[in-house]
């Protein structure tokens, strides 16, 4: 059987910004039909590339050229790329909230009749589209009241509306589920068997050994390799190997923890949602956590592990019906943010664009922003103190930037991340809760913040890890509890836990005995 034709060329691409050469002389060549993975480390030009091609960096702001169906295409900008049939859906999902699933679908490429839009035409094709990605929804829903995996098929079926034949997707499962994730990737099989061609970036290097047919890695802006994943046997060891220019003989950095006494304790934790009164998001929960000691918490999407953690963090999430809270022995009430602060805890987002930092912001102000206290004097911050504090952050995380002055947008997520660990790490907090930490961030980023999380735990802190990754809860954990539907249903020290035990306390409310 032949190889079917190269549908897509990107020679020789450079792409440079102020005192920055992203993107320095990539190749790419991407075959009718295939599923092309590209991979990379943070910062790697993976995003930037993409953006080149779909005419978010229109022709003109770049070098090198661009061959589509045998032809140079020269887009000005996304629309120029999405009439030759070149759909890109963003890791942040452009989606209205307040819009039904058809006006999402159709936004700015309404089907019109006598020049008005037709509605009934739309709902229609929505419906059909919706069918395609196996959407099971009104047309008429909001898209606020969707979860997020279901967004993601809205993305698609957007995609669709407007005849794709070359689909990108940037990091398509950073925010899914398991199942959600499963469910996307049988998706994009399905259109492979129906001669469509997708380009997917991700982190998640499992999903791309499984689902990819070939694989382009990026380092520092340039092009390492092509891989044939079947052809060739490829494994993630292997694809890691092409990311970082070395072996990682470990995903997680050695750790031998000093873990002391019991220091802090949360004691049958009753939370109501915040908008459906009969539901209640957390049910009884208790646990504690020791000093130098890493807790992992596991639990499926909407199982409630980050509606416990704010709810605890100054009552950040739904309604607190019951509860006690005890630290060092002594009892505390956390009403508020500035509460939780004080008694010396810290919560680090799963979303650090949203609500981790304020992108407008440049690094030494995201640093220093969550107890100014530190370095203010009648209220006036000190900016040499400001300065000094966030320099010494951006060299013992190793945020790569030149200067604190920076703007964090202009980051790449992994180095965004630090920041927002360094922010939290300026209040001296005795407890630090970091929620999906290394979501979307590479394999060598994801290392680097996991020896963070270990030194914080050496220095004697107690350190809270939510995530949806069972494997590096595993991996970096000392202890992990389970939680099904707003309750904790087990506690496994590291030595006994595995992905199967875990899975079978994260899908039922019957309870083990808690270490």
């Known amino acids: 059987m032949s190889e079917a034709p190269v549908l897509l060329e990107m020679r020789s691409i450079t792409k440079e910004f102020p005192g920055v050469k992203a993107l320095s002389d990539v190749n790419l060549a991407v075959r009718a039909g295939e599923i092309h993975a590209i991979c990379g480390e943070n910062g790697a030009g993976k995003s930037t590339l993409m953006k080149v091609l779909s005419g978010v960096y229109p022709y003109g702001s770049y070098a090198g050229e661009i061959v589509y169906q045998g032809q140079e295409v020269r887009f000005s900008d996304i629309r120029a790329s999405e009439r030759a049939g070149i759909v890109i859906i963003h890791q942040e999902l452009a989606l209205v909230p307040g819009m039904s699933i058809t006006e999402n679908i159709f936004l700015g490429n309404e089907p019109r009749r006598l ?15 919706m069918k395609l990605v196996g959407l099971n929804e009104d047309p008429d829903t909001l898209i606020k009241d969707i979860g997020v995996g279901k967004q993601q098929l809205v993305e698609i079926a957007k995609a669709f509306a407007k005849d794709v034949k070359l689909l990108i997707l940037d990091e398509p499962t950073a925010a899914l589920n398991e199942n959600d994730s499963q469910h996307l990737l049988n998706l994009l099989r399905g259109f492979r068997e129906r001669g ?66 019991v220091f802090f304790e949360v004691s049958d934790w009753w939370v109501r949602h915040p908008v459906s009164a009969e539901r209640m998001v957390c049910k009884g929960s208790s646990f504690n956590v020791r000093r130098g000691e890493i807790v992992g918490f596991a639990g499926l999407m909407g199982a409630g592990r980050t509606e416990l953690a ?156 939510i995530s949806s990754e069972l494997p590096e809860l595993i991996g970096l954990c000392d202890r992990i509890y389970t939680v099904f539907e707003g309750t904790i249903t087990g506690s496994i020290e590291r030595r006994d836990a595995d992905p199967e035990t875990l899975m079978k306390l994260m899908t039922s409310t019957k309870k083990m005995q808690m270490s």
Do not use: C
């Open 115 to 129: 020049g008005r839009i037709d509605w009934k035409s739309a709902n229609r094709k929505a419906a059909e589209l």
């Open 196 to 261: 469509i061609t997708s380009i997917m970036i991700s982190h998640k290097l499992n999903e791309i050994e499984q689902i990819a047919d070939s694989i382009t890695i990026i380092r520092d802006g340039r092009t390492i390799e092509t891989l044939d994943v079947k052809g060739q046997g490829i494994n993630e060891d292997r694809i890691v190997r092409g990311m970082v220019g070395r072996e990682l003989s470990s995903r997680f950095p050695d750790h031998t923890p000093n873990i002391g006494e």
């Open 310 to 465: 704010m709810s605890i963090f100054g009552r950040s999430y739904g309604t607190y019906l019951s509860g006690r809270i005890v630290k060092d022995g002594k009892e505390i009430e956390l009403k508020n943010v500035a509460d939780a602060i004080a008694h010396g805890l810290a919560y680090v987002s799963e979303d650090r664009k949203a609500v981790g930092l304020n992108l407008l912001d440049d690094i030494k102000t995201s640093v220093v922003a969550a107890k100014l206290s530190k370095i203010s004097k009648a209220g006036v911050v000190d900016k040499a103190k400001e300065y000094q504090a966030a320099e010494g952050y951006r060299t013992s995380l190793r945020i790569k930037t030149p200067t604190v002055d920076e703007g964090v947008v202009k980051l790449s997520g992994g180095n965004q991340q630090k920041v927002v660990l360094g922010k939290w790490m300026f209040t001296d907090p005795d407890l630090l809760i970091l929620d999906e930490p290394t979501r979307g961030i590479d394999v060598g980023a994801k290392y680097e913040i996991y020896g963070i999380i270990q030194r914080l735990a050496d220095q004697g802190k107690g350190v809270i890890v």
